[in-house]
């Protein structure tokens, strides 16, 4: 319906975006590669579905540059993970270490190398 249409539109916009922010983000030259190559951006629904309000299967983007230790182009399920050990492993990342984000009962990281 009109809703779906909506929603599509406006995500689209989202991403046109964040395709924006990357291609600026690698014409800044910094030390022997781009601003990119040291940046880690996350995108992110709060919702996997409005309509249930339900964080299972959270859509989540990592883009990443050559030198944040991250594995691209690839998909990963992180089974029912708490997407606060996410938010720990990209604080690790970007030189914050932390064995944890958040709440005490979501200790841990995700492993993205």
Same mark, same amino acid.
């Given at each position: 319906?009109?809703? *779906? ?24 030259? +910094?030390? *022997? ?6 940046? $880690? ?11 249930? @309000? ?25 089974? !029912? +993970?708490? @997407?606060?050990?996410?938010? $720990? ?17 979501? !200790? ?6």
């Amino acid at each position: 319906g009109t809703d *779906d249409a909506d929603k599509i539109k406006t995500e689209n916009w989202f991403a046109t975006k964040l395709l924006r922010l990357l291609d600026k983000l690698s014409a800044v030259p +910094e030390g *022997d590669g781009t601003m990119l190559d040291n940046t $880690a951006v996350l995108w992110l629904n709060s919702l996997n579905s409005g309509f249930g @309000h339900t964080v299972l299967k959270l859509p989540v983007i990592v883009a990443a540059g050559a030198n944040m230790g991250i594995k691209t182009g690839r998909m990963l399920e992180f089974n !029912k +993970e708490a @997407h606060n050990k996410l938010l $720990a492993s990209l604080a690790n990342a970007v030189g914050v270490p932390m064995d944890g984000w958040g709440d005490a009962r979501f !200790k841990g990281v995700l492993e993205l190398g």
